[in-house]
């Protein structure tokens, strides 16, 4: 059973850059698919990015595309989350998780594994 934590979180003025990480406890993380998500108060949980094992294929929501970038260190047993110029709607507890597949996934029950959070919070 692998565990999640996320880190990075915090307050960032619109138009800044923030980068989360996400490490694993007791596995790992290359034996699995990594993905983010994010939800904000009053909305359900949405998918920002996604990561094959090997780090070849990625995949981003269209909100987020050309701003924000995933990329993993096997090596360090980390994912990241590169957000760049960051809007208030950006604003929310985002959450990696993981999936034992091999390519990347949108899809929310397709991931078994879920960290805390971190929460991300944009001034205007």
């Known amino acids: 059973q692998v565990q999640l934590v996320e880190s990075g979180g915090g307050l960032v003025q619109a138009g800044g850059s923030l980068r989360l990480s996400c490490g694993a406890i007791?596995?790992?993380?290359?034996?699995?698919?990594v993905g983010w998500f994010r939800q904000a108060p009053g909305k359900e949980r949405e998918f920002v990015a996604s990561?094959?094992?090997?780090?070849?294929?990625?995949d981003y929501t269209d909100s987020v595309q050309g701003r924000f970038s995933i990329s993993r260190d096997n090596a360090k047993n980390l994912v990241y989350l590169q957000m760049n110029s960051v809007k208030p709607e950006d604003t929310a507890v985002y959450y990696c998780?993981?999936?034992?597949?091999?390519?990347?996934?949108?899809?929310?029950?397709?991931?078994?594994?879920w960290g805390q959070g971190t929460q991300v919070t944009v001034s205007s």
């Open positions: 990561i094959g094992r090997n780090g070849i294929k990625t």
């Open positions: 998780a993981a999936r034992g597949e091999l390519g990347v996934g949108i899809i929310r029950s397709e991931y078994k594994h």
């Open positions: 007791g596995r790992r993380i290359d034996g699995y698919a």
